[in-house]
């Protein structure tokens, strides 16, 4: 008895040490550092395409990494692949379960993944011999729904799941590789950093968390939400992190100073954040929420300079494409809308 | 999981948390006012190679087809 109350100590000082260490490192504010910066003038984007052709929610889509395809996932148990420029389907791939929640594509183009209620993470081949697309590998371990998947690379996938861990596995044999573990809710969403050293996940325990893949450990834990992370991403230059939350604010992180920067919020924003995404350069912050919007930040200064209105029901996903060209967003309203 | 506690599950668990804790402590950190201007000056440098932020002209734009005049 004697140890446990040590140990119980022992975390209580940690974690002032932790809080007082972040203090002494915040000399300044993102604020006062962008102070001189003008906020970016209002950013209007169209929709230039319309992708037509799910038969329910879109639950999650993923831009493949060559700008012009994508991959969209929808409860209507179909993965569609889109050439996003002809608004044509590549692919239609049924699924065995319709009940799914997540989909990637992976770098190389030749896969992609989905999962959902059926806890599993289903590997596709999209450039089978035959031409006809199939399940490669089912990647079952995970005791709670699939929530989110991204490729490291053909041979390697990181998982993350309503059982509160993070999952990297071997797709060839199909084994559990490293079991990330540390998190206290769902963990609801994934993001893999730019040199795919790191990845980041966020939960329904209110954290978000940096872990090292090949050293298989949680380096840091930011808090600061109060409510569930549905939402998370990296900056482009992979030193920053950024999370959105059914609190209805979107939150930058620094890495390297180990602390929050910034809140993006406003009096009339009500609804959960329900997706995210930057935009190349850093400077804009797209959030997708409940209320059918995407509201657009500019990232330095906090201000809103835009809303993408275009859906008639909740932005469930959004992605910009690597080359920066366009932002997708997909909706329960069964569309994808491609937008600059 | 199995419900069968062993003895000391939940100390080894708050042994878990406590090693976490020392090792999130330990992390190595820079300045805010580093941090954030470092930030700054990633999005200015990159600003011009971002389309959304920038627009991009019809000419250029791949969703859109460029605008051809026909003289009859």
Redesign the interface.
């Known amino acids: 008895m004697g140890e446990m109350e040590e140990l119980r100590k022992e975390m209580e000082n940690l974690k002032d040490q932790i809080t007082a260490a972040r203090k002494t490192f915040q000399d300044s504010t993102l604020q006062e550092a962008a102070a001189g910066v003008t906020v970016v003038g209002r950013v209007q984007l169209k929709t230039r395409k319309t992708l037509r052709g799910h038969l329910a929610k879109i639950y999650a889509m993923h831009w493949g990494t060559d700008s012009t395809l994508c991959v969209s996932a929808s409860q209507d148990g179909k993965l569609i692949v889109w050439d996003t420029i002809t608004t044509n389907k590549v692919n239609a791939i049924p699924l065995k379960s319709s009940w799914v929640m997540t989909c990637a594509y992976a770098p190389s183009g030749n896969l992609v993944a989905c999962g959902g209620l059926d806890n599993m993470c289903s590997i596709y081949n999209l450039k089978g011999k035959d031409g006809n697309v199939k399940v490669m590998r089912e990647l079952a371990a995970h005791t709670g729904y699939l929530s989110c998947c991204r490729f490291l690379s053909d041979t390697e996938i990181i998982t993350s799941s309503g059982d509160c861990t993070c999952v990297l596995w071997d797709i060839e044999t199909g084994t559990q590789k490293t079991v990330f573990a540390g998190h206290q809710g769902d963990a609801m969403s994934l993001g893999v950093s730019p040199d795919f050293k790191y990845f980041i996940s966020g939960a329904c325990d209110f954290t978000a968390k940096l872990w090292d893949i090949r050293e298989a450990e949680c380096r840091q834990t930011f808090g600061g939400h109060e409510s569930d992370i549905n939402a998370i991403g990296f900056f482009p230059n992979g030193n920053a992190v950024i999370t959105g939350s059914d609190d209805a604010t979107c939150k930058l992180y620094d890495l390297r100073a180990d602390q929050e920067l910034l809140t993006y919020q406003d009096s009339s924003i009500m609804c959960g954040v329900t997706s995210l995404a930057p935009s190349k350069s850093g400077r804009l912050l797209l959030a997708g929420h409940d209320d059918f919007n995407v509201n657009i930040w500019d990232m330095l200064k906090a201000e809103r300079v835009g809303v993408l209105a275009g859906h008639d029901n909740r932005v469930s996903c959004i992605g910009v494409s690597s080359d920066g060209m366009a932002c997708c967003t997909g909706s329960w309203d069964s569309f994808l809308k491609i937008w600059n | 999981m199995s419900n069968i506690s062993a003895p000391n599950s939940?100390?080894v668990l708050?042994?878990k948390?406590?090693k976490?804790?020392?090792?999130?402590?330990s992390?190595r950190?820079?300045?805010?006012?580093?941090?954030?201007?470092?930030?700054?000056t990633?999005?200015?440098?990159?600003?011009q190679?971002?389309?959304?932020?920038t627009g991009?002209p019809s000419s250029d734009?791949?969703?859109?087809p460029p605008k051809s005049c026909i003289l009859l």
């Open positions: 939940s100390l708050v042994q948390a406590v976490q804790l020392r090792l999130e402590a992390v950190r820079i300045k805010v006012s580093q941090a954030a201007a470092e930030l700054k990633f999005c200015l440098q990159n600003a190679k971002d389309p959304l932020l991009v734009n791949p969703f859109r």
